[in-house]
């Protein structure tokens, strides 16, 4: 069974940092793409960045210069490190995979970046 478990979610000033973890089990993280989104209040789910089985990882404009994605593959852990944060980016953080045609999520993560 393929489950995917976010956590570091939390309340941060503007302008600070947070690093989310996805904890990626059933399949192997350098075999898949993992992606993260978001979903802030009133708002539809936004694709923020994904990380390829090669490594590489690609960013949404909104994030570009600010938020950085990389992996443990020992631990099979995708995280997402965000600095520079803006009340912008609250939001509910999910990390994403597709498996036999499912598409599967965790259960997600809350960021809230208020003064």
């Known amino acids: 069974q393929v489950q995917l478990v976010e956590s570091g979610g939390g309340l941060v000033q503007p302008g600070g940092s947070l690093r989310l973890s996805c904890l990626v089990s059933?399949?192997?993280?350098?075999?898949?793409?993992i992606l993260w989104y978001r979903q802030g209040p009133e708002k539809s789910r936004e694709l923020i960045a994904d990380?390829?089985?090669?490594?590489?990882?690609y960013y949404a404009d909104s994030v570009k210069g600010r938020f950085t994605v990389s992996r443990d593959n020992a631990k099979n852990t995708i995280y997402l490190q965000m600095n520079g944060l803006k009340p912008e980016d609250t939001a509910v953080y999910y990390c994403?995979?597709?498996?036999?045609?499912?598409?599967?999520w965790g259960q997600g993560t809350l960021v809230t970046v208020s003064s």
């Open positions: 994403n995979t597709a498996w036999k045609s499912r598409d599967l």
């Open positions: 059933g399949i192997n993280i350098t075999d898949s793409t």
């Open positions: 990380i390829f089985s090669d490594g590489v990882a």
